[in-house]
T-cell receptor, first 114, second 112 residues
């Protein structure tokens, strides 16, 4: 079984400032890692994913994340945020079983103010 | 390609009633998963269907059931509704690689 911990429930930040949303996971097997974003009254949109290879992955909207196996972390970063990035962000893991089952963290609300 | 669609988008039901939610996956996707999202419990996996067979199931009571049709469309049913079933129900589809899932906009169920 896997679990995901998102260390911050809310992250307030000013526009054009950098941001890091933290995610740690626990699993007894190798996993795939994902970040999703949810805007109000919408479903989840995939930001980026780590399957294998380079530990630094780039996603949409200028986001990137780094997989750190030793620290079992997959933190999400953006060098300069916009007001439109205000949303809830979810980190998720899936094991290699081939089943489409995601285990999600509780989410981090990113609040960007002018 | 058209995205994942879910109907209805909003639903209000009374305790004790039953409800059926529908999900149409992205064309060509054979896997459909369902998740429940609540403020308290977050996103929780309900079940996954692949080629009309339930392939995986989360830890939910038997009141929650689902099925998948030959065209990959899926339905989820909740019987004997409880207040605690009020939630956003999200459907996601994926292709055979099962690496990533694409989510629909969800159905907001309110039980009164």
């Amino acid at each position: 079984a896997q679990s995901v911990t998102q260390l911050d429930s809310q992250v307030p930040v000013f526009e054009e400032a950098p941001v890091e949303l933290r995610c740690n996971y626990s699993s007894s097997v190798s996993v795939y890692l994902f970040w999703y974003v949810q805007y109000p009254n919408q479903g989840l949109q995939l930001l980026l994913k780590y399957l294998s290879g380079s530990t630094l992955v780039k996603g949409i909207n200028g986001f990137e994340a780094e997989f750190n196996k030793s620290q079992t972390s997959f933190h999400l970063r953006k060098p300069s945020v916009h007001i439109s990035d205000t949303a809830e962000y979810f980190c998720a893991v899936s094991d290699y079983s081939g089943y489409s089952t995601l285990t999600f963290g509780k989410g981090t609300m990113l609040l960007v103010s002018p | 390609k058209a995205g994942v669609t879910q109907t209805p988008r909003y639903l209000i039901k009374t305790r004790g009633q039953q409800v059926t939610l529908s999900c149409s996956p992205i064309s060509g996707h054979r896997s459909v998963s369902w998740y429940q999202q609540t403020p308290g419990q977050g996103l929780q996996f309900l079940f996954e269907y692949f080629s009309e067979t339930q392939r995986n199931k989360g830890n939910f009571p038997g009141r929650f059931s689902g099925r998948q049709f030959s065209n990959s469309r899926s339905e989820m049913n909740v019987s004997t509704l409880e207040l605690g079933d009020s939630a956003l129900y999200l459907c996601a589809s994926s292709d055979d690689r099962a690496y990533e899932q694409y989510f629909g906009p969800g159905t907001r169920l309110t039980v009164t």
